[in-house]
């Protein structure tokens, strides 16, 4: 134990605080994490690994017994981080890992509600990002060395003399951290997407938002391929009934989705629809598509979908008025050679508004500018 407070307290001596100043920051939303199955999909406690690979491209996920795998939902703190560091950068401003707030802050921009409920789920969410071992091979150089941490090295309550809590610090790792101040790697998200309440439908959206974009003929997936690319738990029988659900009731917002078949495959498209994201800087026409890889997962008996139900009040959706030129640049599977893939253009993303500073702790945010 006196190890690990020595360890913690070296990496926390060593970064200089970003205090977080900003009250309505666009959410962002970072590209490895949109398209690569990292999250339990499911409410309910899981402790059984996610194993996922494409070609060079490798994500091991474990959970502590204790405290189960980070979900999706617990990703909004993620999504919220990598918001403030990048309005932040626009602003001028300074930022690192070590990030200081409120939980008011946090909460109110992901839109939940701030009763003491709130605040008890926040610290669930933040204990099972901390306990979580992500094992990876993307962005590690040439040799694509394997790469092991957690979503969130450590955090703390800071609290007054009477046990009221005034607020919050966490540290992000590294290899998060660099992708998101590395601009080309993060792509603005709807705020109606907070609005989601399956697991299933969340994490579909942030596949649509990755691959299909604003691209006129949208991204074409078969069943099979979206099963193993998100990790569920589900069996394929029941993931595939629940897109099926997903396509009659079109809850993902800016995106339509249709089911094709092709003999006995059963596909779904992912066309964009009303889109408040913004557009890319060149339309790609022609069809996307992504095959079968060789995958290892699991199945269980529900799927994430039908465990999901709703669990706190969201904010109003409301629009993302910036522009964000983004790339689609690659897909971590096959294309299928029956059908032609279009160009896909790469380009970093351009994202300036104004926003109402909001400071805690009575600090400027993140340092000098």
């Not at 999909?41 to 494409?54: F, V």
């Not at 939980?103 to 008890?120: E, F, H, M, N």
């Not at 450590?154 to 046990?163: A, S």
């Not at 993931?239 to 009731?249: K, M, T």
Request: glycine share 8%; net charge positive; proline share 6%.
């Amino acid at each position: 134990m006196s190890l690990r407070r020595l360890i913690t307290a070296s990496e926390r001596s060593k970064l200089e605080p970003f205090v977080v100043a900003t009250g309505d920051a666009s959410p962002r939303d970072q590209r490895d994490l949109m398209e690569r199955p990292f999250f339990s999909l499911a409410k309910a406690r899981r402790t059984a690994p996610i194993l996922y690979e494409a070609g060079d491209v490798r994500v091991e996920v474990h959970a502590a017994p204790e405290f189960g795998m980070a979900t999706i939902w617990d990703a909004d703190v993620l999504i919220w981080a990598a918001s403030q560091i990048v309005e932040a950068e626009n602003l001028g401003f300074k930022t690192s890992r070590f990030l200081r707030f409120t939980p008011y802050q946090l909460l109110t921009a992901i839109g939940r509600q701030t009763g003491s409920r709130d605040y008890k789920l926040l610290k669930g969410a933040l204990a099972r990002l901390q306990s979580t071992v992500i094992r990876t091979t993307i962005r590690n150089g040439e040799h694509w060395r394997r790469r092991q941490f957690s979503w969130i090295n450590e955090w703390e309550e800071c609290t007054t003399r009477d046990g009221r809590v005034e607020g919050m610090e966490f540290v992000l790792p590294d290899w998060f951290y660099r992708g998101v101040v590395d601009r080309s790697l993060v792509l603005t998200i709807d705020p109606a997407y907070f609005r989601l309440t399956g697991g299933i439908e969340r994490w579909l959206y942030r596949v649509a938002r990755k691959h299909a974009g604003r691209q006129p003929r949208g991204w074409l997936f078969e069943f099979a391929h979206l099963h193993e690319k998100s990790g569920s738990l589900a069996k394929l029988a029941d993931f595939a009934f629940d897109l099926r659900r997903l396509s009659a009731r079109q809850p993902l917002p800016g995106y339509r989705l249709n089911i094709e078949r092709d003999g006995r495959r059963e596909m779904l498209r992912i066309l964009p629809a009303g889109l408040s994201t913004g557009p890319v800087d060149i339309a790609v026409n022609a069809d996307g598509t992504s095959g079968v890889p060789a995958i290892g997962t699991s199945g269980v008996r529900l799927s994430g979908l039908r465990e999901c139900k709703p669990q706190l009040t969201l904010w109003p959706e409301t629009t993302i008025p910036d522009l964000n030129l983004e790339s689609n640049s690659e897909s971590n599977s096959c294309c299928w050679p029956a059908r032609s893939v279009g160009k896909r253009v790469c380009g970093p993303s351009s994202e300036r508004s104004k926003r109402q500073p909001s400071l805690p702790f009575s600090r400027k945010p993140g340092g000098k500018p």
